[in-house]
């Protein structure tokens, strides 16, 4: 059984993306002992393998050093624990070098980079803080990963409302490269109920097919599957593992503090909440006070509640899992017999009738 650890490694970034959702203070990278101690407390959980989702901020900023005694500690962790350690690590791609990508290389780091499309639409959101765009940056350090061997993901952040047109998207994919990208729709607009976020989808779709090109669209590739034949397509991970994903999701920030569920809850989008998804700390009990506190209880309820509501109205669950737990948590609504048809539902929709 898997575990997911999304490790905050700082919340500090050299870019100042428009729509960033961290608002939290930047207190500085995470020290050694918060990253041991973490790593050691990580064998509480319940799983043969354990995850560490490095993230940030920009966790490059954290050095090279950084890493080489995350995986040095796990060396010695699993010898003593018998568990299996894994690695993925999210960046911008801008501080990219080729011995950080020959690092991630060597000890088998899955990789994956921040691009948001062709650089008119990358360099209007993904700003250095001085205003300028970040695209040719990013787009290099994406070459330099893929240059050691890697083969590195893309996530691009899509605006549901708005997104690109399908055919001009496909053709930049199919310039840089892309071998597999996932899309990921504004946090702040995924429960808006119009956009053209499902044309483009199907639209997409169709693009690729046309084609045939082999570019993985993971949520197209997602649409309509069970959990059976997302683990044969090896598509199940933390945020679609086929089960409730707090039971298989924990995130820590920098200072050590244990969070329910993935980064989202340590980082709501309005300051000073992130303490109601706190469960505890990893030098005060670890994860298995974490995860046997009232608090877990309380959030694990409620997010059963919301889940048994979506599943009750809507025959296509099971192909979603009910979207993103955290866009639920944080909506002001109450969780009533129905949920709201919002953009992430109709997408899902559009997407599983045009594989039909």
């Given at each position: ?68 005694e995350a995986v040095s500690i796990q060396a010695d962790v699993a010898a003593w624990s018998g568990k299996r350690f894994l690695n993925s690590l999210q ?81 930049w994919l199919s310039e840089i490269g892309a071998e597999s990208i996932s899309l990921n729709p504004l946090f702040a607009k995924r429960s808006k109920r ?82 109601v998804y706190r469960l505890g700390h990893v030098e005060n009990g670890g994860f298995r006070k974490a995860v046997t506190s009232r608090r877990f209880s ?59």
């Amino acid at each position: 059984m898997f575990h997911h650890v999304v490790f905050k490694v700082t919340h500090a970034c050299n870019l100042a993306c428009r729509y960033c959702y961290a608002t939290r203070e930047k207190v500085g990278i995470a020290s050694r002992t918060t990253l041991q101690t973490a790593i050691r407390s990580a064998v509480q959980l319940d799983a043969d393998t354990i995850n560490f989702i490095w993230h940030g901020g920009e966790p490059l900023l954290a050095g090279l050093d950084f890493f080489a005694e995350a995986v040095s500690i796990q060396a010695d962790v699993a010898a003593w624990s018998g568990k299996r350690f894994l690695n993925s690590l999210q960046t911008n791609g801008t501080l990219v070098t080729p011995a950080f990508a020959e690092f991630f290389r060597r000890h088998e780091f899955a990789v994956g980079i921040s691009l948001d499309g062709p650089p008119p639409r990358h360099d209007r959101e993904r700003l250095t803080p001085g205003g300028a765009g970040s695209y040719e940056r990013a787009l290099k350090g994406y070459q330099t990963l893929k240059e050691a061997g890697l083969k590195p993901g893309i996530v691009c952040v899509i605006d549901p409302i708005s997104p690109p047109q399908s055919d001009l998207f496909l053709d930049w994919l199919s310039e840089i490269g892309a071998e597999s990208i996932s899309l990921n729709p504004l946090f702040a607009k995924r429960s808006k109920r119009y956009g053209d976020y499902p044309v483009f989808l199907t639209s997409l779709k169709d693009a690729l097919d046309r084609r045939e090109s082999k570019v993985r669209v993971r949520e197209l590739l997602l649409a309509g599957t069970t959990v059976e034949e997302r683990e044969r397509m090896g598509l199940l991970d933390a945020c679609h593992p086929g089960w409730p994903c707090y039971e298989t999701i924990s995130s820590v920030d920098e200072q050590g503090y244990i969070y329910f569920g993935c980064d989202r809850f340590m980082d709501t989008g309005v300051t000073g909440t992130e303490a109601v998804y706190r469960l505890g700390h990893v030098e005060n009990g670890g994860f298995r006070k974490a995860v046997t506190s009232r608090r877990f209880s309380r959030l694990s309820a409620l997010a059963a509640k919301q889940a048994q509501a979506c599943a009750s109205v809507c025959d296509l669950f099971s192909t979603c899992d009910g979207g993103c737990l955290a866009d639920w948590i944080f909506s002001q609504e109450e969780c009533a017999s129905e949920r709201p048809n919002g953009i992430f539902c109709q997408a899902v929709r559009a997407i599983t009738n045009s594989r039909l």
